[in-house]
């Protein structure tokens, strides 16, 4: 199979990987995942400069003529995305390896959130890859503690 950036290569490579318990190597995957991620949510940064919320940061995703795709929350230092139908979901699906989809693929989105601003959070309220009917991504500012 060949989707442009092969997961099913890395299916293939991670399934290796934890057949031959390889627990540095899949350390080393993740950490490799990890800094493109952050690296990739910088670059969106550069170009949001100065204007840096998350409404201009879901805009890179967002197609308001979308229907699989429904912002239930835009504002500044929150947003709450509805996504129905995902093809990386499909693809991995297809894979039988959602597993692997998630580790890899959904989990990139929580390190994008860090590179793009520091003080936003991501929480994956549902999730296709998890079994869910949809996947639910809920982005907000960071809050600070209160002193007392």
């Given at each position: 199979?060949?989707?442009?950036?092969?997961?099913?290569?890395i299916?293939?490579?991670i399934?290796?990987?934890?057949?031959?318990?390889?627990?540095?190597?899949?350390k080393?995957?993740?950490?490799?995942?990890?800094?493109t991620?952050?690296?990739?949510?910088?670059?969106?940064?550069?170009?949001?400069?100065?204007?840096?919320?998350?409404?201009?940061?879901?805009?890179?995703?967002?197609?308001s003529?979308?229907e699989n795709?429904?912002?239930?929350?835009?504002?500044?230092?929150?947003?709450?995305?509805?996504?129905?139908?995902?093809?990386?979901?499909?693809?991995?699906?297809?894979?039988?390896?959602?597993?692997?989809?998630?580790?890899?693929?959904?989990?990139?989105?929580?390190?994008?959130?860090?590179?793009?601003?520091?003080?936003?959070?991501?929480?994956?309220?549902?999730?296709?890859?998890?079994?869910?009917?949809?996947?639910?991504?809920?982005?907000?500012?960071?809050?600070?503690?209160?002193?007392?």
């Amino acid at each position: 199979m060949c989707y442009g950036w092969e997961p099913d290569d890395i299916v293939q490579i991670i399934t290796d990987l934890k057949r031959n318990n390889e627990i540095n190597s899949l350390k080393i995957i993740d950490e490799a995942l990890e800094k493109t991620a952050v690296g990739l949510g910088e670059k969106y940064r550069v170009k949001d400069f100065p204007d840096i919320n998350l409404s201009n940061y879901i805009l890179r995703w967002y197609n308001s003529e979308d229907e699989n795709i429904i912002l239930i929350k835009n504002e500044p230092n929150e947003v709450i995305m509805k996504t129905k139908r995902c093809r990386i979901y499909e693809i991995f699906k297809l894979l039988e390896n959602m597993d692997i989809g998630f580790q890899y693929k959904c989990r990139q989105d929580y390190f994008l959130i860090k590179g793009y601003e520091k003080t936003f959070e991501l929480e994956i309220e549902k999730c296709l890859m998890k079994g869910d009917e949809y996947c639910l991504h809920h982005y907000f500012k960071k809050q600070g503690k209160k002193n007392i």
